[in-house]
């Protein structure tokens, strides 16, 4: 089943604390992206990457970073979460010409 | 970032009415796209518009592509339980291949009363 999958689904965590959000999709897409979901904000792009190694800044990319080191693969990552990053994040995938983003089912990330 | 600015904010109705949504941005598009999200789910697309004018149905869906090409509206007819969720629209400009950028509204919270 072609998909998109976001581990973990929930987390909370302390202020300061390294974690990593992972997400894997199956379909071979080139292109994947980072968005966080915030109420009244709608969805906003953190980051994005166009292929293997090749990233970029979204809308709000401030607290996080990326790797894009293998296709299937695309890891958001905060170095030193503030309560400011509490959200709901979305990874999402497409091929080259096709708009159809494929969103994984969310991570809600709670930092105190 | 830009963002599109999409109205109402949320929804409250009974079932079997008919719903009505749209977005507006400052900016024109070359598409325009309507995503649903269901509760504790990622958005999943509903409909596709690719030309200024176009009008396009997805059972009791319609959604129309706006003249200005800086707007878009969505249609739910004989709205159901399950048509509760989020709706996205979303602009895009084609500047060809993997570079497509994708603006989203804000969303519109639908609540819908069996």
């Known amino acids: 089943e072609a998909q998109v999958t976001q581990n973990p689904r929930y987390l909370i965590t302390v202020t300061g604390k390294k974690l990593t959000v992972t997400c894997s999709q199956n379909m071979n897409h080139e292109y994947m992206s980072w968005y966080r979901q915030d109420p009244g904000l709608g969805l906003r792009q953190i980051y994005y990457s166009m292929n293997v190694e090749v990233t970029d800044k979204g809308d709000v990319p401030e607290g996080y970073k990326v790797s894009r080191k293998e296709k299937r693969n695309f890891p958001l990552i905060l170095e030193s979460p503030s309560p400011n990053q509490t959200s709901l994040y979305f990874c999402?995938?497409?091929?080259?010409?096709?708009?159809?983003?494929?969103f994984g089912s969310g991570t809600q990330l709670s930092v105190l | 970032g830009q963002q599109l600015n999409q109205s109402p904010q949320s929804m409250f109705i009974q079932e079997g009415e008919d719903v009505s949504m749209n977005c507006t941005s400052s900016s024109i598009f070359n598409t325009w796209l309507w995503y649903k999200q269901d509760p504790g789910e990622g958005p999943v697309l509903l409909i596709a518009?690719?030309?200024?004018?176009e009008l396009t149905s997805n059972g009791r869906l319609t959604a129309q592509f706006g003249i200005t090409r800086k707007d878009s509206f969505l249609n739910i007819s004989a709205s159901i339980p399950s048509d509760v969720g989020i709706y996205f629209c979303?602009?895009?400009?084609?500047?060809?291949?993997?570079?497509?950028?994708?603006?989203f509204g804000t969303g519109t919270l639908l609540a819908v009363q069996p």
């Open positions: 518009l690719y030309k200024a004018g």
């Open positions: 999402a995938s497409r091929g080259r010409r096709n708009e159809k983003l494929f």
């Open positions: 979303a602009g895009q400009l084609n500047y060809g291949g993997a570079t497509n950028k994708l603006i």
